[in-house]
Every structure is written in structure tokens, then in C-alpha cells.
């Protein structure tokens, strides 16, 4: 069980540490993606959440606190947004609907997941392995769907294959955060529609020789 790391506050209204963390985590997300997390200071994080930075404190302790609750939002919300899903019985109708969800998320949540991984590396030890660990849940959910599928014949893959395959269609979507300033003659739903194309085409089945490659 990946533990999730707590983040003090002198506050005990759980909906109101709810609500101004939300706020902060939007002001420090414009702000790491503009000027980096190191050259942000906590007092221009409580500007742009619209607060003093004494009432920041009450809600977090250090600046990495901050950090690290933009990187745990993102996996909040792919689980709230994936849940609704019936992944006990994986099919390929489901893993379609997983990686519309997923990318969905994406194209929502873009300078969130820009900021994870250009900054994830500041977070202290702990919290950088519980991000890891959150990712790699999320990596296995798409790994079980695709082994349900393998297994029921409607994707061609083996054992070793599927574990690429998850990583492979993770990663992808992320494409559109990090690469969108390049794909401004696709929308969303395009970009969805032609991934998922890509995807399913090369796992579907008819082996391809690669000369040079066994």
C-alpha cells in the first residue's frame, strides 16, 4: 500500500484545508511553470492563491509541501476519473474508454503535469518515491486491462510485451502537455481518436519483420 504522505496544518476543518489547498495549488502551478519551482518563493505562491503568506502556513510547511500536493492532485483525480470504470472485467471497449479518461485528464490538468515532471525532482526523498509509486499504480491499472484483453484474444501481445505496452500508452498521452505547442492543428478528440489508432493497430496483432531485428 503506497502511503500517502501527510502534509501538516494547524487547521482541523478538513473541507477548508480542502479548499485552500485547491487555490494553492492553482497560484503555485502558474508560478512553477513560469519561473520554476526553486526561483518561486512561498510569499509569491500566497499572492497568487489570494492569501497572506501567514495564512499559507497554516495549510503547509515548507514550499516542497506545495510541490508535492500538484503532483498528488494529478493521481487524485486520474483515480476519481478511472474508477468509474468497470476494470474488473478488462475488454478492449474498456482500455478505449481508460485512455479517453486518461488523455482527457491530460488535456484538463496540462500545466499540472508539466510542472510534475520538470519539478518532481525537488520534492524530498519520501514524497519523490511516493509520486513514483503512485505512477507506477496508475502504469499497472492500463497493464492489467491489456493482459484481460490479450487473454480474451482481442489484442495479439505476450507476457513481456504488455508491460511495455502499458508504459508505452501512459507516456503517450502525455505527449499532449508537453508537446501541444506542436499540435495546434489537432483538437483534444483528434488527438485521442488517432493515439488510440496508433496504439491498438500495433498491438492488434500481424507481426511486422524489422530487418536487423529479431
Known amino acids: 500500500m503506497n502511503k500517502k504522505r501527510e502534509v501538516q496544518s494547524s487547521v482541523k476543518d478538513e473541507s477548508l484545508i480542502a479548499k485552500r489547498r485547491a487555490q494553492m495549488i492553482r497560484g503555485a502551478v502558474t508560478l512553477f511553470k513560469e519561473k520554476g519551482f526553486h526561483r518561486t518563493t512561498t510569499r509569491e505562491i500566497a499572492k497568487a492563491s489570494g492569501f497572506s503568506i ?15 500536493l500538484v503532483c498528488d492532485s494529478i493521481y487524485d483525480e486520474v483515480h476519481a476519473r478511472l474508477e468509474t470504470l468497470d476494470i474488473e472485467k478488462g475488454s478492449l471497449n474498456v482500455l478505449v474508454t481508460a485512455i479517453e479518461h486518461y488523455y482527457g485528464l491530460i488535456d484538463d490538468m496540462q500545466d499540472e503535469f508539466v510542472v510534475m515532471y520538470q519539478e518532481s525532482k525537488s520534492l524530498p526523498k519520501d514524497a519523490l518515491q511516493y509520486v513514483l509509486n503512485k505512477e507506477m499504480e496508475m502504469v499497472s491499472l492500463f497493464e492489467r486491462l491489456l493482459k484481460d484483453c490479450a487473454e480474451n484474444g482481442e ?9 511495455l505496452a502499458a508504459h508505452h500508452l501512459f507516456v503517450q498521452g502525455q505527449m499532449w502537455a508537453f508537446r501541444r505547442w506542436a499540435l495546434r492543428d489537432y483538437t483534444i478528440e483528434e488527438f485521442i481518436k488517432t493515439q488510440t489508432q496508433f496504439l491498438l493497430q500495433g498491438m492488434a496483432g500481424e507481426k511486422i519483420t524489422i530487418q536487423g531485428v529479431q
Open 54 to 68: 501567514g495564512t499559507l502556513y497554516e495549510y503547509i510547511r515548507t514550499k516542497e509541501d506545495v510541490l508535492y
Open 155 to 163: 489484442l495479439n501481445l505476450e507476457p513481456k510485451q504488455i508491460t
